[in-house]
Nanobody, 127 residues
């Protein structure tokens, strides 16, 4: 049974930092690209960042580029999202998921390629 467990969210002030963690089990995590998504109330889920199977290649949405850093440790089956200079618009539920459909990198991926969603971790940024 594949499980993705997100943690590390919380309430932080504008300009603050958080580190989100994603623990994977039930699959050979090292075989898959993986991504962080977020969903704001009333909005569709959006992909924030993606990392290839090896950790060598990463992508970021324009809204977080330069502020967020994605990384992974395949020996520990863990992925992280380091978030700095947080803004109120970063407030959302954050989810991680492996790319089950398609290549082991992030190229050409769409949300439907990612499966096994966890419960998410809430990030709230106060102004």
């Amino acid at each position: 049974q594949v499980q993705m467990v997100e943690s590390g969210g919380g309430l932080v002030q504008v300009g603050g930092s958080l580190r989100l963690s994603c623990a994977a089990s039930g699959l050979n995590f090292y075989e898959y690209a993986a991504a962080w998504f977020r969903q704001k109330p009333g909005e569709a889920r959006e992909k924030v960042s993606c990392i290839d199977w090896s950790g060598a290649r990463t992508t970021y949405s324009d809204s977080v580029k330069g502020r967020f850093t994605i990384s992974r440790d395949n020996n520990k089956n863990i992925m992280w999202l380091d978030m700095t200079d947080l803004k109120p618009e970063d407030t959302a539920m954050y989810y991680c998921a492996p790319r089950i459909v398609g290549a082991d990198d992030c190229s050409g991926s769409s949300e439907s390629d990612f499966k096994y969603w966890g419960q998410g971790t809430q990030v709230a940024v106060s102004s």
